[in-house]
């Protein structure tokens, strides 16, 4: 049986409870993407993982606690994952908008290729991902992990 091992680049960062941290995961994405050379639909990305990290914040993590963002990067470039992981309560779902919230997950479902939620101990990871990509990675962006193909589930 010869199976081929495919490189996916991965970069992580952990983020406390606080309002400003939102910003802060849009730059490191929006760097990650850049020194990985994807500049596939940046905007769709940065719009998904502002929900995602504002969804964590206000909703998914304690007092006290924090939240991980993680970005995984196919070898062929073509498919870009962002998860947050948070340690809250509860499954999240797309669903009709009450008032002026509750939007955050239709812009993710719109904008994105696929999202999703998968279980942790404690919490839970929302994911999306994107399609697209120059069809190969920026030389010298080979700072990751080796790993299978990125599944649609987590």
Not at 48 to 54: G, I, N
Not at 94 to 120: F, H, K, Q, T
């Amino acid at each position: 049986m010869n199976e081929a091992m495919q490189l996916v680049l991965m970069r992580e960062r952990f983020y406390r409870r606080e309002r400003r941290s939102v910003r802060s995961v849009r730059e490191f994405v929006r760097d990650a993407a850049e020194d990985w050379g994807y500049g596939a639909r940046a905007d769709d990305v940065l719009l998904c993982v502002s929900e995602l990290a504002t969804n964590a914040l206000v909703h998914g993590v304690p007092p006290g606690r924090g939240y991980r963002v993680r970005l995984m990067l196919s070898e062929a470039g073509r498919l870009l994952r962002v998860e947050v992981h948070d340690s809250g309560d509860g499954t999240p779902a797309a669903r009709e908008p009450a008032g002026e919230s509750g939007r955050g997950l239709l812009i993710v479902a719109a904008y994105s290729d696929g999202w999703g939620v998968g279980e942790r101990s404690p919490g839970k990871v929302v994911w999306c991902q994107f399609r697209g990509g120059r069809g190969a990675v920026a030389a010298g962006a080979l700072q990751g992990v080796p790993g299978g193909e990125i599944s649609p589930t987590p």
